[in-house]
């Protein structure tokens, strides 16, 4: 970050690709970004460059009318325009070069000055040509990568090394490694082979999850026990080729990047079409004329020369050029259209920020095309408006479709803002159309360095609304609704059938599993095209999913979320993470859960006490009753210095005292009752700490804790750390006595009440039946952990408490920033990431449009920190296929019909009751039925003995419904989502059939 923030970056160019860029970068947070196009904006820019609006056009130049915009993204970032020419002189002050909408002899020229700088300067050269486009990346002749996925490394147990050539090493089975071939490891704290600890970095070899070989280590002394594996980051060198020399010769170390399986080869075709598209641009002083037959066929001219030139003299060439393909995209490389433009400026922002050195850069060239995109049919003739680059790619027909189009955008975070931004470009319900937008969510200070539509004033308010309101300054036209709902099941009065049978597409822009899983289920029933996407950091992925042609996102389960058993956190941390997730946990009891506990405890004392055998054995109430009294004590007589006493009594408890219990109960040389010793492995022996109050990590806790108390009584924070420190000075804490008391060491134990609870808990009861005057009509003022204001003490005090844990234990505490995002579950998103992957889902956008055949269609997968591209053909949905033997049913299983996927439904129109719903599904389909079941409720099952459902045969099924269930049908619902267990009436076999449709 550091070198970031002093990073000087001049972007020419400001159409599309350029205002995609200097946006995404800016939020970054560089030091200083130039702009620089003399260029006067026309009508066409208004559908890539998101900052120009009509009164921009003929009057002002694309750099000075982007200005403004560009300058509110990041207060912190100098903005500024160059209208003069790009001189050496002038190019000399920058770090980084990055031209768009340049030419041959530029680029040339200028990377030729770039690299002949010392250090070198960074230069960038990417062009967004109507469906194709390229990016050209030179950091020098020698460019160190000291960071090459920005992965945090991560470290495991060892459990065993072998002494052979080469070692192999075992980790723990408690969690399996992640580390690569050709990864570097450190080792520390390994008894018995001590000689291979605080040795510089190794290579490993991948041998299989749980282990992998290092050197030869027949000599070292044998492994006894412990030990930590971390993975260490190991600086890379880099040379790259300059533009003039890599245009004739792109191949660095291996192949062109193949960023689409489907189009293999298709990298080497591009790079010579697009040198050829620079030689006519060279010789005719232009780029070739949108749609002109004569330009394209000159172009292909040019690039047979040189692949006939390059054949002779060994260079880059193919066995012959793919005609098509290179026609369609030189008859559209005047054409700068915002998905594709949205795609590389996250592309390119990216490689900008790898200057610092974190994450590898490009290694040189990346080549795409998008010819899927181009609608050869109907009219394509301009009608002077902002969409003519557009029509001249996808038609004036399919462009009306855009204008008309009705589309729910669930979701108005990072992704929600970059999607605005791309229907008000594109012209999605800017004419009879709408688009629906709904978030339930406010705008967050942590929002604003990632969803580029919110500024600082904004914060508060609500994401859909002001996402909406911002969308409509790009093109008053946009027609767009904005929600405050969850899309959920509690809202489908809201969101109800009619909505979601009226649109034409749904996109996605949701930042959990549930939400997703939940919208798919609409999308499915509804059978309606789903557009999935998301961001984790510089990864994304976008997932097409087509009514009975792929798979649903529902078809395939993410991996669940690594959990921490219960045990790990509370006495058994080994990872920094455990630490964060337990001090979060302390926050929640203690500023939140106890001052929650203490107002109702004040409210009914008579009832609360009554209540508390409920919530866990006699230890639990215990703790609980002596921390709400401790509260009631303290509120007698609330000061800052009685703040500073329980919050200095508090480090005690936390970081000695429980410590020392520990240690009490399984001393470090403890031994199980297999013999071995129970400080191993996973389980790391703890060390009490001593109160230091010049220890800065120990003062800040008792600082924070003090001050979040004194939220909760109402005083005013004190922050002189002098002073807390004195009043530190002064407490006098009881020395630690053990007790005994029973520990779980693992989360199957059952907890223990201790041998004194009873007596204790029963004295507290009755001294606690009575309120005194003094407080009983006072009430605390309990805190949610908000991570985005960093004077309100809530994530000063995760971090410390975190690391003092982390000291208890020695493990390597943790940043600030790490506790913050760990604390805040904040989920890794950057502008670049998000940017790109919008545009790789507009692109699937106009195909819906196009095509039929799921083979034009592309799911994606992208890791901008390698990089890496991988785009491929949607998988076809899952079937269910009839089984010859079913291990649950312990017998065959018959599919109806044959190979059906989720999509498909069977429909039954009634009203019909029970009974003659079952008879149609007897005689129309050959099925008897056993169950009948709508959602979590059993509306008939024929298995009960004494056929005791019988009643219930002639009743109408939905009205069944409403009185088993006890829920009403959402206004407006015409349908129930019927499941059934069946048979085959012929041969009773059992048959497995889709979810029943029930109209009536």
Known sequence: MGKLIQMKVLISGMRGVGAETAKNLIMAGPGHVTIHDNSLVQTADLGSNFYLTNEDVGSRSRAQASLGKLRELNPYVKVEVHEGSL????????????????????????????????????????????????????????????????????????????????????????????????????????????????????????????????????????????????????????????????????????????????????????????????????????LPALRSDEHAEEVLRIANEINADAKAKGGLCVEELETDVLRAVTKHVRAQITPIASFWGGVIAQEIVKFTGKYHPLYQWLHLEFTEIINPAGDHSPQNSRYDEQIAIIGNELQNKFLSMKTFLVGAGALGCEFLK???????????????????????????????????????????????????????????VFKQDRVSQENEHIFNDEFWEQLDVVTNAVDNVNARLYVDGRCVWYERPLLESGTLGTKANVQVCLPHKTQSYGDTQDPPEESIPMCTLKNFPHAIEHCIEWSRDEFQGQFTEIPQEVNKYLDDPVRYLASLPSVGNTSVQRDKLEKIKGYIQLMHNPSMEECVKLAREKFQELFHNMIAQLLYNFPVDYKTKDGNLFWSGPKRAPHPLEFDPDDETHLNFVASCANLIAYNLGLEANRNKDQVREMAKSVQVKPFEPKKVHIQTEDSDAPQAGQDDEQVLSSLMEEMKIVDD?????????????????????????????????????????????????????????????????????????????????????????????????????????????????????????????????WQKLVVEGPLTLQEFMQKLEAEHNLKVNIVSAGKTCLYNGYLPGNKHAGRLPKLLHELYVEISGQQFVPGRRHLAVEVSCESKEDMVDMAIPVIKYTF
Request: glycine share 6%; net charge negative.
């Open 422 to 480: 791309l229907f008000a470009l594109m012209g999605v319900a800017c004419g009879d159309g709408q688009v629906v937008v709904t978030d339930d969510d406010s705008i967050e200070v942590s929002n604003l360095n990632r969803q580029f539509l919110f500024r600082k004033d904004m914060v508060g308010k609500s994401k859909s609304q002001c996402a909406s309101e911002v969308a409509k300054t790009m093109n008053p036209n946009l027609n767009v």
């Open 774 to 902: 003094q407080v009983k009509n006072n009430r605390l003022s309990p805190t949610e952990f908000e991570k985005d204001d960093d004077s309100n003490f809530h994530v000063d005090f995760v971090h410390n408490a975190a690391n003092l844990r982390a000291r208890n234990y020695r493990i390597q505490e943790a940043e600030r920033q790490k506790a913050k995002m760990i604390a805040g579950k904040i989920i890794p998103a950057i502008a670049t990431t998000t940017a790109m992957i919008a545009g790789l889902v507009m692109v699937e956008m106009y195909k819906l449009f196009i095509h039929e055949d799921v083979e034009k269609f592309r799911n994606s997968f992208i890791n901008l920190a390698l990089p890496l591209f991988v785009l491929s053909e949607p998988m076809p949905p899952l079937k269910t296929t009839t089984k010859d033997y079913d291990p649950i049913l312990l017998g065959p299983v018959r599919a109806y019909p044959e190979g059906f996927s989720t």
């Open 87 to 286: 001189d050496e002189a002038f190019l000399g002050q920058f770090n980084v070069v990055c031209l768009t909408e340049s030419d041959q002899t530029t680029i040339s020229r200028v990377n030729n000055f770039c690299r002949s700088q010392t250090p070198p300067i960074g230069f960038i050269s990417c062009e967004s040509w109507g469906v194709g486009g390229y990016a050209f990346v030179d950091f020098g002749p020698e460019f160190t990568c000291f960071d090459k996925t920005g992965e945090e490394t991560r470290s495991f147990i060892v459990s065993n090394i072998t002494q052979e050539n080469p070692g192999v090493v075992t980790v723990h089975d408690e969690k399996r490694h992640t580390f690569q071939d050709g990864d570097f490891v450190v080792f520390k704290e390994v008894q018995g082979m001590e000689e291979i600890n605080d040795t510089p970095p190794r290579p490993i070899k991948f041998l299989g999850p749980y282990s992998f070989s290092i050197e030869d280590t027949s000599g070292y002394s044998a492994y006894s026990r412990e030990g930590i594996v971390e993975q260490v980051k190991v600086p890379e060198k880099l040379s790259f080729k300059s533009w003039e020399e890599s245009c004739l010769d792109p191949v660095v170390n291996e192949p062109l990047p193949v960023p689409d399986l489907g189009k293999f080869g298709r990298s080497e075709q591009l790079h010579i079409l697009f040198r050829a598209i620079r030689e006519f641009q060279t010789q005719k002083g232009e």
